[in-house]
């Protein structure tokens, strides 16, 4: 059986909460074996030196860190990071970069290593709403997505991210934002984490 390294993301920008945080800890809850878990700041760069950490620390064979996208319905691992930091808000630290690259002189993109179509194929198989995603964005979730696979690239460590919907318990903060029960997202991260082990 495979490690695997599972991070989320602390709450950020005014909100209460954070689904990936939610699921790490029912995850850290269950004691799944060979799972270890981390949950990062919201920060550009920070947050993928911390992960950087972790995997150099633990030795994981697989890396898994979770964001929350709102306005998505689906559960969506993604295919690609982007060598491109751009803030349309600021991130918990008040950084807010305006098209700057991740690392200069980095490749402009990044593939993941995680089987992403095998993932959203288990993920529907158990009818949870899941898809391929092709855009990370440009704030600190594709920012940490990029590090990592930087880090990663020429090791032997698949790593990747997956996006989730905002919880039920956000509707107040997001009113009109799609959301999806915390315990399904759960469920299908806990999927994810058998196909990769």
Do not use: W
């Amino acid at each position: 059986m495979k490690n695997v390294l599972l991070t989320g993301f602390e709450p950020f920008h005014r909100a209460s909460s954070n689904p990936t945080e939610e699921i790490v800890r029912i995850i850290e809850s269950e004691k799944l074996p060979n799972v270890m878990t981390g949950v990062l700041p919201v920060e550009f760069g920070r947050s993928g030196t911390l992960a950087c950490q972790l995997i150099d620390e633990n030795k994981p064979d697989v890396v898994i860190s979770l964001g929350q996208a709102e306005g998505r319905t689906d559960i969506t691992p993604e295919k690609i990071a982007i060598n491109l930091d751009h803030g349309r808000i600021p991130d918990n630290a008040g950084n807010m970069p305006n098209n700057a690259a991740i690392i200069q002189g980095g490749p402009d993109g990044l593939f993941s290593t995680l089987p992403v179509e095998d993932m959203v194929s288990a993920l529907n198989i158990e009818n949870l709403p899941a898809s391929i995603s092709y855009s990370a964005g440009t704030f600190v979730c594709n920012n940490l997505f990029y590090l990592i696979q930087f880090h990663c690239k020429g090791k032997s460590i698949q790593s990747g991210f997956v996006h989730v919907p905002l919880m039920e318990s956000q509707a107040s903060e997001f009113p009109g934002m799609p959301t999806l029960d915390i315990d399904k997202m759960a469920t299908a991260i806990k999927i994810i984490l058998r196909l990769v082990q």
